[in-house]
């Protein structure tokens, strides 16, 4: 795509309290993923591979993580001599009666869509696993009646809370607004809601006068408010997402989400269609299977060393499960190690969890218990350190 067509927004402050202690120490967008990944990696690739060379990023509280992570963003093809990633700091939770930081968090948006020069703007977060082809999005905007586009995933009543955010579609087919999901019908043939994914593209100047005319104002509102609003306002076009698609905002979704990257269709979809998923490399050792090794349904990342047994499970970088130790149906994240003759199933391990020799550790499909990152469960006590949410 040819440069300063289309300009890009990441905005990385989603909501964090319904996954702790997942995101006790990084934001949403750093929680790993897949073996090997970071959410953050997926609205990074689809920005890349529609060829977006101006992205800019507003960073969460503990912006740490991210910056370590995304660096000069070698690996998502943005360091770039022209464009590139420019991230604004944390403004989220500042006290806007103030004006001096009202103007603040509306400036900087303006700065960013000002020097972007696009003629298009996308903002995405990072809260979610997908595979979204921008191009095709584009160009739905640009043969679109109205001038922003939303993007929507269909799903099952069930499976969405009440109050989740879901498109008013009206039998012309567009977004009249963003309501509850309790206050939307599902439609009459698939009986599916459609899901507001928080994806929205438009014109470079209508954003640009959306946050001036919000930044004139005496009360403060929120990017996506503003964005919500517009929606009311202007009406929107309502392009749907047809791919592999989960929500990480509570700790049930991030768990299930990983675990359905053990379906191989799940798996190959989502990570390998013609759209590649980027992430930060690490040039580290294949794992190593001993002989007393048995390795079933499951995801590894490089490094580890497996010899005891593993079932339906994903397994990141750098994990040693030693010999008699039975890991099932649980995420085990980067570095962690589980003694001899353990037994850990519906788990959670955040980053070098020690689980030490003879303990049984075991949540359920509906509350996996978590261990938080560093913790060492080394007796039968310590296995109250647990929480299950």
């Not at 640009?142 to 498109?167: F, M, S």
């Not at 980053?351 to 990152?373: R, Y």
Request: include cysteine; aromatic fraction near 8%.
């Amino acid at each position: 795509m040819r440069q300063n067509i289309i300009s890009a927004i990441v905005d990385l402050n989603e909501p964090d309290e319904a996954l702790r202690p997942l995101t006790s120490n990084r934001p949403v967008g750093t929680l790993p993923f897949a073996g090997r990944y970071r959410l953050i990696d997926f609205p990074l690739s689809a920005i890349s591979n529609a060829g977006i060379r101006d992205v800019a990023m507003f960073l969460p509280k503990s912006g740490r993580s991210v910056q370590d992570h995304i660096r000069s963003g070698n690996s998502w093809n943005l360091d770039t001599i022209t464009g590139g990633i420019f991230t604004f700091p944390y403004v989220a939770e500042k006290d806007y009666s103030d004006p001096v930081n009202r103007k603040r968090y509306y400036d900087d948006y303006l700065t960013f869509l000002r020097k972007s020069d696009s003629r298009y703007t996308i903002v995405i977060g990072a809260g979610n696993v997908e595979n979204i082809n921008v191009e095709e999005v584009l160009q739905f905007h640009v043969d679109g009646n109205n001038p922003i586009t939303v993007l929507y995933k269909r799903q099952e009543p069930e499976t969405v809370a009440p109050d989740e955010a879901a498109l008013n579609i009206s039998e012309a087919g567009d977004v009249t607004a963003i309501l509850k999901a309790k206050e939307v019908t599902p439609d009459a043939v698939n009986h599916m809601l459609p899901m507001n994914m928080g994806v929205y593209l438009m014109r470079t100047s209508l954003f640009i006068e959306l946050m001036q005319n919000a930044s004139e104002q005496d009360t403060y509102a929120s990017l996506q408010q503003i964005l919500s609003e517009a929606v009311e306002v202007y009406n929107a076009n309502a392009y749907e997402y047809t791919g592999f698609y989960s929500k990480i905002d509570t700790v049930k979704r991030y768990f299930d989400a990983n675990m359905a990257m053990l379906d191989e269709a799940n798996y190959q979809a989502l990570l390998f269609s013609q759209r590649q998923i980027f992430t930060k490399n690490k040039n580290e050792i294949p794992t190593f299977f001993a002989k007393s090794s048995i390795v079933n349904t499951t995801l590894l990342g490089t490094g580890s060393r497996i010899e005891g047994r593993v079932d339906n499970s994903v397994i990141f970088r750098s994990v040693k499960i030693d010999r008699g130790a039975e890991v099932a149906n649980s995420v085990i994240m980067q570095n962690c190690k589980i003694g001899p003759g353990s037994h850990v199933k519906y788990a959670i391990l955040d980053k070098g969890v020690v689980i030490g020799a003879g303990l049984k550790i075991e949540g359920t499909p509906e509350q996996p218990i978590i261990f938080a990152k560093g913790a060492s469960i080394l007796h039968e006590a310590d296995i109250d350190k647990g929480v299950q949410r």
